[in-house]
């Protein structure tokens, strides 16, 4: 991959010896938080906290400001490309000015450097296979220089990268790469590559030699449509269950991109009005129906999409669980919107038909495909499955991109309102997946909002769209199709979901956890230039201060976390160096007055901002950690 938080309110008093009754119970523990069995007498090994950064390239004039920030965050680690062609300009002529400056800045701020090996390479050294005896001059060259790098990463993300993208090929690479870097430095760590994903290209990579290449696997994890509750920890232990299979139980994973984008999200009120109006179901006494179902960690708005970026006015808003679906009634409730994203527990599929087949209105607003992931939960985690074409036939809904259809663009930024709308209509883009008919039925109907089309305009289809039916089906489904703009998060909530993500990991027996990234471009509304933590004038999101937040109530040479969780309540525990203990409470969505019950000393309560509460002043349980510290004796239960 390549507004600010507070400081203490003036709620700022002691809390001195406030007791409560402990009421003991038995936890269910969360999946991760036995994957290495480490329980919380471990300490984690220096620093686990990083950030992902260019700090050679654009970022490189305010670098120095750049890490002075990460250093009054708590964050000790930075991973940034070790770029061969800005190095080796000319062959034979080497430029070490930028990278020497950059490792002197991160030294004076106690800041460790993970250089990202070939990074942009030459051109005239691609493709790299061809040319082995240039690269281990690159590799004897960078490591000689800095010697006093400790960690190597071989290749970014090489399972997205067209040469390596068969494990084949990256695995002899990799085992070539790390017997040269133990040659030229035995002490060196190698690393693997950033996977993109936890699939099976890790297995095959360590089957072709890379195993006895790496003593660190290194992975990078994005949950931009879901919770990272849903899936990390499960994930993480297959990835465990995969290295022990190649002698590699006891070596360390490493996670050195996660994070989540805060690009602006779109109005969308003017397109969702037009396709009501369209419908007869503009009127603002209609509600609308939205689905919060925890089981399923399965959540209509509030992480990629606000309900009020597609509804104005004063409508009535009604929550349900799946298990609800059953039972709800189209005629009182002819409007439902799901989450923005291409998932879908199947089996809740026919209770959510047959709401369409009775005249319910479906509105999917955006995200992909609808349908086209099934949603299944396995372990205490929910992952997804493919769901294939029969739910598409189901709904009577079709869908095409590039990969099915090859007249169709990858992407295209050429788009219009259809004819019967207002053409002043306001809708995202770019499109990369289309709408098609191809599934409808005799009195169904596709009716067009926003059409794209390929760049020579031979290529036609819905980006938006109504399916109108008539046919067994008695509805209507209103489809967005747009990905990246329900691929962010606002910037509250990614302050959220920062340290509930690195808990997870660190639980799970993960050893360093990167955040991606550190400033954010900000210079175009797409989601790649918005994953910082920092704005791109250097102003701190709130999520800096979740960051700093958390670093300071689980400093360097504390416990490993143990998580578990309770009736929807997550919690972690761990102990600080000087022996006090912390706890950390939240709920993936929404709020509750929950009662924790609470035995031994509490000094001190914060939120996941690091404003000061009080014990009399606790809000409910929510999707922002809670933190309470406390002496060695201190237990915070759910009851």
């Not at 747009?482 to 993960?510: D, H």
């Not at 919690?571 to 022996?579: I, R, V």
């Amino acid at each position: 991959m390549n507004a600010t938080g507070t400081e203490d309110q003036k709620n700022s008093e002691g809390f001195g010896y406030m007791r409560f009754t402990a009421i003991v119970m038995a936890a269910v523990f969360f999946q991760g938080a036995i994957l290495n069995g480490a329980g919380e007498k471990e300490v984690i090994e220096g620093n686990p906290y990083g950030v992902a950064a260019h700090l050679n390239r654009w970022e490189y004039e305010q670098m120095p400001q750049e890490l002075v920030l990460m250093k009054q965050a708590g964050i000790g680690n930075v991973r940034t490309d070790l770029d061969w062609a800005q190095l080796e300009p000319e062959k034979g002529k080497w430029n070490f000015e930028r990278w020497d400056a950059l490792v002197g800045e991160a030294e004076k701020n106690g800041i460790a450097v993970l250089p990202i090996l070939g990074g942009a390479l030459p051109r005239c050294e691609t493709p790299l296979l061809e040319h082995m005896d240039s690269w281990k001059n690159y590799l004897k060259t960078v490591l000689r220089h800095y010697h006093r790098i400790s960690h190597w990463e071989v290749l970014n993300e090489p399972d997205l990268n067209p040469e390596f993208s068969k494990a084949e090929k990256y695995g002899p690479f990799l085992k070539e790469t790390g017997r040269e870097i133990k040659q030229i430095s035995p002490d060196a760590m190698v690393m693997t590559g950033g996977f993109g994903s936890a699939s099976s290209y890790l297995e095959q990579t360590l089957e072709a030699g890379g195993a006895e290449a790496v003593d660190i696997v290194n992975l990078h994890t994005y949950y931009w449509k879901s919770f990272p509750e849903n899936a990390l920890a499960a994930e993480l232990k297959s990835v465990r269950e995969r290295m022990a299979k190649y002698g590699m139980k006891d070596k360390k994973i490493w996670l050195t991109e996660t994070g989540y984008a805060t690009a602006d999200a779109p109005d969308m009120k003017p397109l969702t009005a037009a396709a009501l109006k369209k419908l007869n179901l503009d009127k603002d006494d209609i509600p609308v129906v939205l689905i919060r179902d925890m089981e399923y960690r399965y959540c209509t708005d509030r992480l990629n999409i606000n309900r009020e970026n597609f509804f104005s006015g004063n409508r009535e808003f009604r929550e349900i669980s799946l298990k609800e679906l059953k039972r709800l009634s189209p005629r009182r409730y002819p409007l439902m919107m799901l989450p923005p994203n291409e998932s879908f527990p199947m089996i809740y599929a026919r209770d959510l038909l047959n709401y369409v087949k009775k005249g319910g209105t479906l509105i999917f607003p955006g995200g992909g495909i609808p349908l086209y992931f099934n949603l299944v939960r396995q372990n205490n985690a929910v992952i997804s499955e493919q769901a294939g074409e029969d739910i598409q036939k189901m709904f009577h809904i079709g869908w095409e991109a590039w990969w099915t259809n090859p007249l169709a663009p990858q992407s295209t930024w050429t788009q219009e309102i259809a004819p019967g709308f207002a053409k002043d209509i306001p809708f995202p883009s770019p499109a990369a997946r289309f709408l098609s008919g191809r599934n409808l039925k005799d009195g169904d109907e596709l009716i067009p909002i926003v059409t794209a089309y390929s760049e020579d305009r031979t290529y036609s289809a819905p980006a938006a769209a109504i399916y109108r039916f008539n046919s067994d089906l008695k509805g209507n489904i209103i489809t967005f199709i747009w990905n990246e703009f329900a691929e962010s998060v606002s910037r509250e909530t990614q302050a959220k979901l920062l340290p509930r993500t690195i808990l997870i990991a660190l639980s799970a027996g993960v050893d360093k956890v990167f955040w991606y990234s550190f400033r954010s471009m900000g210079d175009i509304p797409a989601r790649e230039h918005h994953f910082g933590i920092i704005e791109r004038n250097l102003t701190p999101k709130p999520a800096y201060h979740a960051y700093k937040t958390l670093t300071e109530h689980c400093p360097t040479q504390s416990t490993r976390p143990v998580l578990s969780v309770k009736g929807g309540v997550y919690l972690a525990s761990w102990s600080k160096p000087d022996g006090d203990k912390v706890y950390a409470v939240w709920r993936i969505q929404g709020s509750k007055n929950e009662k924790l019950s609470i035995s031994g000393t509490v000094k001190e309560i914060k939120d996941h901002l690091g404003n000061r509460l009080t014990s009399t002043g606790l809000p409910p349980v929510s999707d922002g950690i809670i933190y309470f510290s406390g002496n060695s004796g201190l237990t915070v239960k759910c009851e």
